[in-house]
């Protein structure tokens, strides 16, 4: 072998060594880690936990496609989101109403265990989509549902919209890691 087939075959291994070494932390940074670049959370990375959910725990979840996402799609809602869910894109909300609570919903605000969540006022957005033939709603969610919604951007796209979410469309729950 003449050394300049050993300097190629050396460089050949460095590359990939290279190749592999950043396959490897970006493989472990999209399993371990999501990014929000929406409005209806503080924006930045979030660090997957393993946990079970708690209130107010922030969890990703994906929704079934649905007339509320269809709307949500033509309303421009979802511009710039890429699809992570198939045909729909991926969330990531604050677990506020678990199983078995009271959830009431009214031009004040929502109410879980009629206790008033902050920045839950009905916007004029809201008031105004023709998807909703009314905004009062009282219930109790089931053992399997949660009321995942936003306290930190009164405009989300969240559960006052979708309804509830079954946990076995949320996949994981996530801390905040480094926000903007």
């Known amino acids: 072998m003449t050394s300049r087939n050993r300097r190629v075959l050396k460089r050949t291994a460095i590359l990939f060594v290279i190749i592999f070494f950043i396959f490897t932390v970006l493989s472990y940074f999209r399993n371990n880690f999501e990014y929000n670049v929406t409005n209806s959370l503080p924006q930045g990375l979030y660090k997957v936990v393993d946990k079970e959910?708690?209130?107010?725990?922030?969890?990703?979840?994906?929704?079934?496609?649905?007339?509320?996402?269809?709307?949500?799609?033509?309303?421009?809602?979802?511009?710039?989101?890429?699809?992570?869910?198939?045909?729909?894109?991926?969330?990531?909300?604050?677990?506020?109403?678990?199983?078995?609570?009271?959830?009431?919903?009214?031009?004040?605000?929502?109410?879980?265990?009629?206790?008033?969540?902050?920045?839950?006022?009905?916007?004029?957005?809201?008031?105004?989509?023709?998807?909703?033939?009314?905004?009062?709603?009282?219930?109790?969610?089931?053992?399997?549902?949660?009321?995942?919604?936003?306290?930190?951007?009164?405009m989300s796209y969240d559960s006052r919209y979708f309804g509830t979410v079954k946990k076995s469309e949320i996949k994981k729950v996530v801390e905040p890691y480094i926000l903007r």
């Not at 869910?85 to 605000?109: E, H, V």
């Not at 009282?138 to 936003?150: K, P, V």
């Open 53 to 154: 959910i708690e209130r107010n725990d922030l969890v990703v979840f994906c929704l079934k496609d649905n007339k509320y996402i269809k709307f949500a799609e033509e309303q421009g809602y979802f511009q710039g989101l890429s699809k992570k869910c198939g045909t729909t894109p991926q969330f990531i909300k604050k677990a506020m109403g678990l199983p078995r609570d009271n959830i009431t919903i009214n031009k004040s605000g929502v109410f879980i265990n009629n206790i008033r969540v902050r920045n839950s006022e009905a916007s004029e957005v809201i008031l105004k989509d023709k998807l909703f033939d009314s905004y009062e709603k009282e219930f109790q969610l089931a053992s399997d549902e949660y009321f995942l919604m936003s306290d930190h951007n009164p």
